[in-house]
Nanobody, 120 residues
C-alpha cells in the first residue's frame, strides 16, 4: 500500500507564499503521476496541478503563473510552490499519486490533506 504524507500547509496573508510537500512511501514498482488537488468547503475537489515522472506538468487555469509543481523522483516526493496566494486559494490541499505495484496492479492513492488558509 502506498502512503502519502503531506506537509507545509498553514496560514498566510494575501500575496504570500507557501510550499507544500508530499512524500510517498511503501512498496511499489513506480509512480507515474503525482499531483495536488484542493477542496474548499461546499466545493468539489479540483485539480491544482500534476506532474508525470518525466516532468510534464499540468495546471488549473486559476493557478497558472502563480503555482509551480515539481518532483524529486529519487525521493518519491512532489512539491507545490504557491506564490501570490489569494483568498480563493483557501482549501484543504490533497496529494495524489498514481502508479503500479510490482504485480502490475495500479494504484490511485490520496494523502490526508493539509489546510491552506489565506486571510488578512
Amino acid at each position: 500500500q502506498v502512503q502519502l504524507v503531506e506537509s507545509g500547509g498553514g496560514s498566510v496573508q494575501p500575496g504570500g507564499s507557501l510550499r507544500l510537500s508530499c512524500a510517498a512511501s511503501g512498496v511499489f514498482f513506480r509512480i507515474n503521476t503525482m499531483g495536488w488537488y484542493r477542496q474548499a468547503p461546499g466545493n468539489q475537489r479540483e485539480l491544482v496541478g500534476s506532474t508525470t515522472s518525466t516532468g510534464s506538468a499540468t495546471y488549473a487555469d486559476s493557478v497558472k503563473g502563480r503555482f509551480t509543481i515539481s518532483r524529486d523522483n529519487a525521493k518519491n516526493t512532489v512539491y507545490l510552490q504557491m506564490n501570490s496566494l489569494q483568498h480563493e486559494d483557501t482549501a484543504v490541499y490533497l496529494c495524489n499519486a498514481q502508479g503500479r505495484y510490482f504485480n502490475g496492479i495500479s494504484f490511485d492513492s490520496w494523502g490526508q490533506g493539509t489546510q491552506v488558509t489565506v486571510s488578512s
